[in-house]
């Protein structure tokens, strides 16, 4: 989980940026999208409050145990970590504001099938907020080969029925794209 939580990531992915960038507010409910090690739960949680939740998916059994004891180690009784299935994030159905989805939409398979699903958990009016690194070479981030253009996401999420909602560039060395259904 080194590189995961690399004090140096702060610098560039602000994750204390993040939740405003999603219009996140006290009693909202946000899921994040292959957290795996919880990088961004302290900040979800602390934004949406007592009265609200966060849900921390992952697909990988050590990560979700990791995220369960950093939930009680950084005391944030509103998160809640779900063993995903990788064409499935297991969501609650209309339950959710936001679904944040951060340096992992390019893992998903099927991702037209997956957009589907994310849809039946959201409440109405709720979006996807995603994140992904630039594709292009850069200091920070995976090989070029291992990125997808900014274009391509928002081809995809068009071929599913989505709208792009809006965009931040907060971040430099990636796009935040919010989408509604």
Known sequence: TGIFDDPNRAEW??????????????G????????????FLRFFS??????GRVYAVDIEPKLTTYMQERARREKTPNVTVILGAPDDPRLPAAA????????????INDRIDYLGLLAKAL???GTVALVDFQKR??????????KMAREEVVAEFAEAGWMLEGESDILPYQY???FKA
């Open 28 to 39: 909202m409910a946000v899921a994040d999208i292959g957290a795996g090690t919880g990088y």
């Open 137 to 146: 070479e850069m200091p920070v981030g995976p090989p070029v080969e291992h």
């Open 123 to 125: 409440k109405p009016g």
């Open 96 to 107: 959710l504001d936001v679904i944040f989805i951060c340096d992992t939409w390019h893992h």
């Open 176 to 178: 935040l794209l919010i």
């Open 46 to 51: 602390h934004v949406v409050g007592p009265s």
């Open 13 to 26: 992915q602000k994750p204390d940026r993040i939740p405003g960038a999603l219009g996140l507010k006290p």
